[in-house]
């Protein structure tokens, strides 16, 4: 089934700065890869998603950059803000396409 | 608009006893329904999911069951509870037509097993 690698699972930048987190899939047939932020104690919310038939996707502040050949996608931050801190969390669909199956969280601190 | 309820929001339970958490979805119909648990401090697991009432597919083994009673419905059982059970269990909702689609999550039940 698929399997949806990331790193790091800890960053740490100063405010302003970039950061940057990496996911692997190895299911070659997906083609939908969605980033979620979760704070704590609350549930993940949807940040920003990209599909194969791009390969990458800018939201304000926040990118996405999608590499099929290689299996790997990232998301950029740029102009980090404290309130950017939180565990983001990448995803791939299964298979079957019916789930999507995330990578075990990155926890991003941005201190001031 | 399209929502998602998930009740109850934390629930403190002693091993063996049983559970049922429930969550439902408004605004939508056939909506694709997962169950998915957090443990502290990781990542989320994907433990069910529905593509339609009756339709349970399994992600992994354990003591947990799930129903789907009705379209908009998703429930998630256990007959006795485990002290590895504990965790932040999460309903999530997709459309019908399912790939390429965003899940959206509910608010969670934190479930500690004592």
């Known amino acids: 089934g698929e399997n949806v690698e990331q790193h790091p699972s800890t960053l740490s930048v100063q405010e302003g700065d970039s950061a940057v987190i990496k996911c692997t899939y190895s299911?070659?047939?997906?083609?939908?890869f969605p980033w979620y932020k979760q704070e704590l104690g609350k549930r993940p919310q949807l940040i920003i998603d990209?599909?194969?038939?791009?390969g990458e996707k800018k939201d304000q502040r926040i990118a996405v950059t999608l590499n099929k050949t290689a299996k790997h996608f990232s998301l950029h931050i740029t102009e980090t803000q404290p309130e950017d801190s939180a565990v983001y969390f990448c995803?791939?669909?299964?298979?079957?396409?019916?789930?999507?199956?995330f990578g075990k969280g990155t926890t991003l601190s941005v201190s001031s | 608009s399209q929502t998602i309820h998930q009740w109850p929001a934390t629930l403190v339970q002693p091993v063996g006893s049983p559970l049922s958490l429930e969550c439902t979805v408004e605004?939508?119909?056939?909506?694709?329904l997962y169950w998915y648990r957090q443990a502290a401090g990781r990542g989320l697991q994907l433990l069910f999911y529905s593509v339609g009432i009756g339709q349970i597919s399994s992600e992994v083994p354990q003591n947990l069951s799930a129903s789907r009673p009705q379209d908009r419905q998703f429930i998630l059982s256990s007959k006795k509870l485990l002290l590895s059970d504990s965790g932040f269990y999460l309903c999530a909702w997709t459309p019908l037509t399912g790939g390429n689609q965003p899940q959206h999550f509910g608010d969670g039940t934190r479930l500690s097993i004592l």
């Open positions: 995803a791939a669909h299964n298979q079957a396409g019916t789930a999507l199956i």
């Open positions: 990209i599909r194969s038939n791009v």
């Open positions: 299911d070659s047939a997906s083609n939908y």
């Open positions: 605004g939508t119909s056939n909506p694709n």
